[in-house]
Nanobody, 124 residues
Framework: QVQLVESGGGLVQAGGSLRLSCATS????????MGWFRQRPGKEREFVAA????????RDSGSLKGRFTISRDNVKNTVYLQMNSLEPDDTAVYYCAASGTTYVSINPSDYDSWGQGTPVTVSS
């Protein structure tokens, strides 16, 4: 089973940007579709973005209005989440996850491995 470690979270002012990274080990990274999810205070975990194992197909939450972009580097075994124009409502713990499904899923139950999460706080 692949292990996932997120990094890059922190405190940022509204309107700023952050890039989250998720380094993987212990598995064949290019076999997995990868996703980012987040859990805002007092809310359930929600889908943010996902990308196919080739990197050719991605999906994101329409509510993000194109502010976030997922990408991956199959040489570095790392998936990224570029977050721009951050808003206080983006404050959450962000998790990356790996899925062995043949489709790019937005459903957390399709993801087998999860990182420990990295917190992001956006101040107004």
């Amino acid at each position: 089973q692949v292990q996932l470690v997120e990094s890059g979270g922190g405190l940022v002012q509204a309107g700023g940007s952050l890039r989250l990274s998720c380094a993987t080990s212990g598995g064949t990274f290019r076999r997995y579709n990868m996703g980012w999810f987040r859990q805002r205070p007092g809310k359930e975990r929600e889908f943010v973005a996902a990308i196919s194992w080739t990197g050719s197909l991605s999906r994101d939450s329409g509510s993000l209005k194109g502010r976030f972009t997922i990408s991956r580097d199959n040489v570095k075994n790392t998936v990224y989440l570029q977050m721009n124009s951050l808003e206080p409502d983006d404050t959450a713990v962000y998790y990356c996850a790996a899925s062995g499904t043949t489709y790019v899923s937005i459903n957390p139950s399709d993801y087998d491995s999860w990182g420990q999460g990295t917190p992001v706080t956006v101040s107004s």
